[in-house]
């Protein structure tokens, strides 16, 4: 990095635009250049901070003179601007590993196809309980390298999506986190589950003997794979079903964890329940742990969490129909979760961009919970086609307030309705926040 003075930033979201505001303080040359129109608020904070940009295209005779490229993670390896640049023979890394050069706190990184942001979040709340200078970063909505070009932390809860993993060089977390691999975004990843899986586990790849590798011992595909089992760093596992002799795991309704001493803690005492809601609070109770904190301040964080928006989040009961806003259920298997741990009489809200989506898994869990499923969205047909003769209805609506309405009026009392989409956003929004938003209001409009 010394002889590095001119740095390129693809990507003027969240994620550029911390990767910028970084290397200015850093004292480099830095150039940020984004394919679309960037948000105003963010225009104004690179003009404030004298970073030049352009927007609405990529000029690449602009970044031949970097030494460095910074990728922000929407953008996939395949872009035409990224490979030029390859050619030319210049370095390309993903915004995690441009924040983990100049990060000198303790990272927990945590990834997995579901319960990444629940998990990341549960973390830094038992951190921050402890009295930890902590910081919420990542995929959570808050770039890793933005919150370092606003100061040092000692601890990172770092949220690391696929996407973020796969430009990394020598990224190492202290404590790395695997919560569970189903197949998602294979339209990323040629359509090899093997590339996806290969992805995530990137994030033990530089671990050393003095790190920590949490991963969920239930999860066939984790336990299999030659990644975790090659990676040099301490491995614990967590599991419902199984006896740990180092980990995590459930017993007589019981999670206890097992590190240096036992510890234990009931069930019901947790804050979120749902089967895969105790994965999460396992994976975050060990991980911390292993850190040092106290069991009691576990405990104590554990059972006074508060859900984060948009995932199984309560919106409000009407007339005695409860209305769920899942919108960050962006897959199937996100979605099993959700449909596994609601009642009987569930109307399900469902339907967006489909990414290549099996329903299948679904099937046993429709035909014993979901008594009508809405669709919405460009595209309804896969829907109707695998949830026909499932659930006694299955109809559209032309968007998400007709389909709020639509359940409204098909609902009794003690009724489910939930938004659950299994899907991305893009067709009607902005993003799956903006989207469980619009729910939210629709249901206030009641």
């Given at each position: 990095m010394a002889n590095v003075k001119h740095i390129a930033i693809l990507g003027g979201g969240e994620s550029g635009l911390g990767a910028a505001l970084l290397a200015k303080k850093q004292g480099y040359t830095v150039w940020l250049s984004d394919g679309g129109t960037l948000k105003e608020e963010y225009r104004q904070k690179l003009e404030a901070a004298g970073i030049p940009f352009e927007e609405g295209g990529h000029t690449l005779e602009a970044m031949t003179q970097s030494d460095i490229v910074v990728k922000s993670p929407g953008i996939p390896s395949e872009a035409a601007i990224l490979q030029a640049l390859k050619q030319q023979g210049k370095e390309i890394i993903s915004e995690v590993e441009w924040a983990y050069r100049h990060c000198q706190g303790t990272i927990i990184a945590i990834t997995g196809t579901n319960g990444k942001t629940t998990t990341t979040h549960l973390v830094y709340h038992i951190l921050k309980n402890a009295g930890k200078k902590v910081a919420l970063v990542g995929n959570v909505g808050y770039s890793f390298s933005g919150s370092l070009a606003q100061g040092q932390h000692d601890y990172y809860a770092l949220e690391t999506s696929s996407f973020q993993l796969d430009d990394i060089v020598h990224f190492k977390p202290q404590v790395a986190i695997v919560l569970n691999v189903t197949p998602d975004h294979l339209e990323r990843y040629q359509n090899s589950v093997e590339k996806y899986y290969a992805a995530k586990y990137r994030i033990t790849e530089n671990q050393q003997e003095e790190d920590v590798l949490i991963y969920n011992f239930d999860d066939p595909a984790l336990r299999s794979t030659s990644a975790l089992s090659q990676s040099k760093a301490q491995v614990?596992?967590?599991?419902?079903?199984?006896?740990?002799?180092?980990?995590?795991?459930?017993?007589?309704?019981?999670?206890?964890?097992?590190?240096?001493?036992?510890?234990?803690?009931?069930?019901?005492?947790?804050?979120?329940?749902?089967?895969?809601?105790?994965?999460?609070?396992?994976?975050?109770?060990?991980?911390?742990?292993?850190?040092?904190?106290?069991?009691?301040?576990?405990?104590?964080?554990?059972?006074?969490?508060?859900?984060?928006?948009?995932?199984?989040?309560?919106?409000?009961?009407?007339?005695?129909?409860?209305?769920?806003?899942?919108?960050?259920?962006?897959?199937?298997?996100?979605?099993?979760?959700?449909?596994?741990?609601?009642?009987?009489?569930?109307?399900?809200?469902?339907?967006?961009?489909?990414?290549?989506?099996?329903?299948?898994?679904?099937?046993?869990?429709?035909?014993?919970?979901?008594?009508?499923?809405?669709?919405?969205?460009?595209?309804?047909?896969?829907?109707?086609?695998?949830?026909?003769?499932?659930?006694?209805?299955?109809?559209?609506?032309?968007?998400?307030?007709?389909?709020?309405?639509?359940?409204?009026?098909?609902?009794?009392?003690?009724?489910?309705?939930?938004?659950?989409?299994?899907?991305?956003?893009?067709?009607?929004?902005?993003?799956?926040?903006?989207?469980?938003?619009?729910?939210?209001?629709?249901?206030?409009?009641?």
């Open positions: 614990y596992g967590f599991s419902q079903k199984e006896i740990l002799s180092q980990g995590a795991y459930l017993k007589n309704d019981q999670i206890l964890i097992h590190t240096q001493n036992q510890e234990k803690m009931n069930i019901e005492e947790l804050a979120l329940q749902g089967k895969h809601n105790r994965y999460n609070s396992m994976a975050a109770g060990l991980a911390t742990r292993l850190l040092g904190i106290r069991k009691e301040v576990i405990r104590e964080s554990l059972a006074n969490f508060e859900n984060i928006e948009h995932r199984l989040e309560p919106v409000l009961q009407i007339y005695g129909i409860n209305f769920i806003n899942d919108s960050k259920a962006t897959n199937v298997n996100s979605t099993w979760y959700a449909l596994e741990s609601m009642p009987q009489d569930t109307i399900w809200i469902a339907g967006g961009v489909d990414k290549g989506n099996d329903y299948s898994e679904l099937y046993g869990l429709v035909e014993k919970k979901v008594k009508a499923l809405i669709c919405i969205g460009d595209d309804t047909a896969k829907l109707h086609k695998a949830f026909t003769g499932k659930t006694p209805l299955v109809i559209d609506a032309s968007n998400l307030e007709e389909a709020v309405r639509m359940a409204y009026k098909m609902g009794q009392k003690g009724d489910t309705v939930l938004l659950s989409p299994a899907c991305a956003s893009f067709d009607q929004f902005e993003n799956y926040e903006d989207r469980g938003r619009q729910f939210k209001q629709a249901v206030r409009n009641l």
